[in-house]
């Protein structure tokens, strides 16, 4: 950790929670958290304020003091708890990765035994560890602590500090704005993460300017990565790649500067996100991704299917484990496609499944009503009827926008959009007829009717694409509309009245 940077507020409550702890004779306390440097230093100081030793645990270094001093070889978990055990002066004992020898009866019992022991003394076990995995026997014994990441203010410091120390070889040209934007999106990350980037860009070019935002965004991308849940998107899609929904549109475009400062201090709160309910192909996800284009934040994809394990209690944490970082990562959108298929069977979850998928559903609704984080939910469903009343109930989402089958002037829109992106001139073709003759047809169809008619066009010889192409491939086309028109007219009818719509006047 950098030298001369202050606590930060969650920080300090933290610092003050242990010492409340240790103070109070608590034996064993489990930490979870990745920065083992500054779980360290936190607990230095309880130490110095209670006049108690530090001793550290590894299974690399044995024991050794605060200075690094090595105490004992004890180089195994058994041999660290006897040596634990003989010394009876107050003391905090800091366990490093412990959590690997909780699954072993004989380190269980005697941690056990060793809690109880402890209550008479003034000794303090803690395991530090980056996840939580506690065995059932020491439930009760253990007192569990989630270290606060970096906040605002520890970052701001970091940053000040590493400019003010490097100020005489590396020139900086970094705009107030810039600064708040590498400070905000640093957010979410360890101290040591932050340093490294920070290092990373001060010594890219020998300077430090509004580019190097850059470097946080690849640091983000990567702890995404990691998780093995989440998706990172590039969110290349923009609103103006989606024809019509002029109502949806309007709507985000009003919120496009909620995440800002101003707007906290207007006494605005962060938006809370939507549901896009809706026929199939006719933009619903490409919305949700131009959402994080428009508001220029990062777009994370839940995969639910990423969330469900067959190990008894992996699911719950797995779904845990991706709010965390969706919430580490904020401001950003948080992406969830077609959420119908993944909790159409909370209601016979109990029998089907032990209850995992209700749990997983239980803690998705618990986190949508109370977070106070800026991670914006984007939830795009295509049949309302398998989702579970209580999901769309006010207070966890802004706004229920329906996306209905493209209108005329919704069509006119589609049609020159795709004619575009594939490098033909809209002015080139009759889209009046273009557009009488796709009632119907999703946003989907009229693209793969476009691209159908290219493919017709190259092989004949690579002419030129006319309107009579379009109008034949729209023909081949059987629309979703009438392939389900029962569910169509279904879905269209359950929306009226219950939900806002889509589409409205330009």
């Known amino acids: 950790m950098f030298l001369n940077v202050a606590w930060g507020k969650k920080a300090k409550e933290t610092i003050e929670n242990i010492d409340i702890l240790v103070c109070a004779r608590y034996p064993l306390l489990y930490i979870v958290s990745h920065e083992e440097e500054r779980v360290k230093e936190a607990l230095d100081e309880v130490c110095k304020t209670r006049q108690r030793s530090l001793y550290i645990w590894t299974i690399a270094d044995g024991i050794f003091d605060s200075n690094g001093t090595q105490i004992h070889r004890a180089s195994q978990p058994y041999e660290a708890?006897?040596?634990?055990?003989?010394s009876k002066e107050p003391a905090i004992w800091l366990l490093k990765d412990f959590h690997c020898y909780l699954n072993?009866?004989?380190?269980?019992?005697f941690v056990r035994d060793l809690a109880r022991e402890s209550r008479n003394l003034s000794r303090t076990l803690v395991i530090l560890s980056p996840v939580l995995q506690i065995p059932v026997e020491l439930e009760k014994e253990a007192y569990v602590i989630e270290f606060p990441l970096p906040t605002y203010e520890e970052v701001t410091s970091l940053f000040d500090a590493m400019i003010k120390h490097y100020?005489?070889?590396?020139?900086?040209?970094?705009?107030?704005?810039?600064?708040k934007r590498i400070i905000s999106s640093s957010l979410g990350l360890t101290m040591n993460e932050i340093e490294g980037i920070f290092y990373q860009a001060l010594v890219t070019g020998r300077a430090l300017d509004d580019a190097d935002v850059?470097?946080?965004h690849k640091a983000k991308k990567e702890l995404v990565r990691r998780s093995g849940i989440l998706e990172y998107v590039e969110p290349v899609s923009t609103l103006e790649d989606a024809g019509g929904l002029y109502e949806l549109k309007r709507w985000l475009r009003k919120r496009r500067n909620a995440f800002s400062e101003e707007a906290r201090d207007f006494g605005l709160p962060y938006p809370k996100g939507i549901v896009l309910v809706g026929v199939q192909g006719c933009g619903k996800s490409l919305c949700a991704k131009a959402t994080a284009s428009l508001w220029q934040l990062p777009l994370l994809r839940l995969d639910m299917s990423k969330i469900f394990s067959k190990y008894v209690g992996s699911s719950e944490q797995n779904m845990s484990s991706a709010l965390k970082i969706a919430e580490a990562l904020a401001p950003c959108v948080l992406w969830v496609d077609e959420v119908e298929k993944a909790f159409a069977g909370v209601q016979s979850s109990g029998l089907s499944d032990a209850g995992t998928t209700a749990r997983v559903f239980g803690s998705l609704l618990t986190w949508l009503q109370e977070k106070e984080s800026a991670v914006f939910v984007a939830a795009t469903a295509n049949d309302i009827a398998q989702l579970p009343p209580e999901f769309l109930r006010r207070g966890r989402f802004d706004e229920i926008f329906f996306v209905d089958l493209p209108i005329?002037?919704?069509?006119?829109?589609?049609?020159?959009i795709h004619l575009k992106k594939r490098n033909r001139q809209p002015t080139s073709f009759d889209i009046n007829r273009l557009v009488a003759n796709s009632e119907g047809y999703t946003g989907a169809e009229i693209e793969q009717a476009i691209i159908s008619s290219l493919y017709d066009a190259f092989d004949d010889g690579m002419r030129s694409l006319n309107t009579e192409d379009i109008i034949r491939s729209l023909k081949e086309i059987v629309p979703l509309s009438v392939i389900m028109r029962e569910s169509v007219l279904t879905l269209r009818e359950w929306a009226k009245g219950r939900c806002r719509p889509a589409t409205g006047m330009k």
């Open 81 to 86: 708890l006897v040596q634990i055990r003989k």
């Open 214 to 216: 850059q470097y946080v």
């Open 167 to 179: 100020e005489q070889k590396v020139k900086v040209n970094l705009s107030g704005e810039a600064k």
């Open 104 to 109: 072993e009866p004989l380190i269980v019992r």
């Open 408 to 416: 005329p002037s919704e069509r006119e829109e589609i049609f020159k």
